[in-house]
């Protein structure tokens, strides 16, 4: 009886070894295809900065014809001066549910984003059980829309991607995220501004084939507290138009300007909201239009713009 006993004790051992290898290897595989594909996000960005305008930095001349609610916006996130944001990395710390009442899981993800072509990698673990982590990217990259997802980074659970919706949903979560970088959102930067009415304003980007508009709503001292939207949702395989929102709270100064330091999406169904997406940024990192002669921007010693110049690292 001992002898089997240790029998089951090594065959055991010998199948957790082999399952923690196959988790390593996951591991390795996947982090090299997300550098593969935040590679693509760069290059598509420097594809298109040779055909930019020169550089300038924000003023409020440019806020003139703006909605005013959006007005107090810019007046309120970006100090007068302030270089334009070219790339951005955030890592994030919250909680995530896959379900209606299905309990929140915690997570963790880095994040790099592009603001012109509009683009971002999510690169995301979410703890769903002891030890194997559920691994998801979710990218909008050169105008395609995708997402990956995978046990322990191996066992694929969901692999979507190469749709119009797809591509859509994506441009309309990067125009929600925006608020981590405004100064995309200004004039000149691709996104179109409408008046709602005297707190809400409408936001439309095109990329390319695809367009996203989305409502934004504004506080009294000029911060976005929440933006809804009618975003593409995964239906068993179909894309189905379903309103959606994001809920910006806790503004503070960070790398220069105002951003959210909470936030919370969720899907407005039928039979009631669905809040599936809670998260703080724990790292926030700008890389900015370098200073062009002539152009207004600031000094090469400048502090608040020139420590964030260099391309942002990578981080796993």
Do not use: C
């Not at 599936?276 to 713009?305: K, Q, V």
């Amino acid at each position: 009886m001992n002898r089997w006993i240790r029998y089951g004790v090594v065959a055991t051992g010998g199948f957790a070894a082999a399952a923690t290898l196959t988790v390593v290897v996951g591991s390795v595989a996947w982090r090299r295809a997300t550098e593969r594909t935040v590679a693509r996000l760069a290059a598509a960005a420097q594809s298109r900065r040779a055909r930019r305008p020169a550089a300038t930095t924000f003023s409020p001349a440019q806020l003139e014809g703006l909605p005013p609610p959006v007005a107090r916006y810019f007046a309120f996130a970006l100090p007068e001066g302030q270089p334009r944001i070219r790339a951005a990395r955030i890592r994030w710390s919250g909680e995530f549910q896959i379900r209606p009442g299905g309990g929140w899981r915690p997570f963790t993800a880095d994040q790099r984003f592009t603001t012109v072509p509009p683009g971002f990698v999510w690169n995301a673990e979410i703890h769903m059980m002891p030890l194997v982590p559920v691994r998801v990217r979710d990218s909008y990259v050169a105008g395609q829309g995708a997402m990956l997802g995978r046990l322990g980074g191996v066992v694929r659970v969901v692999d979507e991607g190469g749709t119009p919706e797809m591509a859509a949903g994506a441009l309309v979560r990067w125009l929600g995220e925006a608020a981590w970088f405004p100064t995309a959102l200004l004039p000149g930067e691709g996104v179109r501004w409408e008046a709602v009415d005297d707190s809400t304003a409408r936001a439309t980007i095109t990329d390319g084939l695809t367009s996203a508009s989305a409502e934004f709503h504004f506080a009294p001292g000029g911060e976005i507290t929440r933006m809804t939207a009618l975003r593409y949702r995964d239906v068993n395989g179909t894309g189905v138009l379903t309103p959606f929102e994001g809920i910006y709270r806790d503004y503070a100064r960070r790398e220069g300007v105002m951003v959210p330091l909470s936030a919370e999406v969720a899907w407005l169904l039928p039979e009631g909201r669905f809040p599936y997406w809670r998260a703080r940024p724990t790292e926030l990192a700008y890389e900015l239009d370098p200073a062009r002669p002539g152009t207004g921007s600031p000094d090469e010693s400048d502090t608040a713009a020139g420590k964030s110049r260099q391309p942002l690292p990578v981080r796993e």
